[in-house]
């Protein structure tokens, strides 16, 4: 091994969303009492689609792959950020921060194809009902999924080539709460300028990719709707409202990280925050809230397992 390339540094220091004492505090009780509510929203939505045969189909298949998706990318950053409210000194090792960099894309990546395909699920049941069956078979949605991981894990795995072999050897000190690409490139002892611009090209590539394929499904899914019935074209708009929804929580920031990138450290922050913490919340609710068999699912584990008799 090239002892050139061996960093100096052997931890990074992590200035956090705050400074303040008593601002931390709250933040600590806020974030704890989310995260509990993500991890348990998750695990609740998951049960259902594994226990109930009513919702044994590819739709609430992927539903079930995306909060755990969700699950893992809240787990990533949000505990080590919870933790660290309790400390003065928030550090995080080297290799630590590498996994961090590593496990977000992954997931991260992987998010965005599954919202792809779960896309195409709606595009197939909505524009080709009389196939839906036969196109979405089980091999085919397993495949699907396996991709989303695969895609996300290659997307990722480019990030850390580049990422692991960079010197640092001066500054440590990361304006954030875990180990961002941009934060982490900018303590790199190079010019690291067009290196950023590289790896935020790589990843807007991928949304950008992600985002287009989603258009040209709802373009399809909305022209099929247009020519069918009002109660048809209703039903079909009701199974799309939660999808849609998701999707433009989670690539509307990526306007302003890859097309409009702002570079103002409190608005980084903030949609840190909302990937790894709102986007994995609001999911699970809004799959709660607004899907009537998710509802009756519940109402039929509680009768099911919960009530006597």
Known sequence: MDKGNVSI??????????????????????????????ISGNIVIMILIITDPHLHCPMYFFLANLSFVDMWLSSVTTPKMITDFLRENKTISFGGCMCQILYVHFVGGGEMVLLVVMAYDRFVAICKPLHYSTIMSLQKCTGLVVTSWTIGFVHAMSQMAVIVQLPFCGPREIDSFFGDIPLVIKLACIDSYNLGILMNTDSGVLAMTCFILLLI??????????????????????????????????FGPCIFIYVW?????????????????????LNSAIYTLRNKEIKDAMKRFRHYYMEPG
């Not at 705050?18 to 509510?37: A, D, E, K, R």
């Not at 022209?223 to 939660?242: D, E, H, P």
């Not at 990138?261 to 919340?281: Q, R």
């Open 9 to 38: 540094v052997s931890e990074f220091v992590l200035l956090g969303l705050c400074h303040s004492w008593n601002m931390q505090v709250l933040f600590l009780i806020i974030f704890f009492i989310l995260y509990l509510i993500i």
């Open 217 to 250: 499904s709802y373009t399809y899914i909305l022209l099929t709707i247009r020519q069918s019935s009002k109660a048809g074209a209703s039903k079909a708009l009701s199974t799309c409202t939660a999808h849609i929804t998701v999707v433009v929580l989670f």
């Open 261 to 281: 990138p702002l570079s103002i450290t409190w608005v980084d922050k903030f949609l840190a925050v909302f990937y790894s913490v709102i986007t994995p919340l």
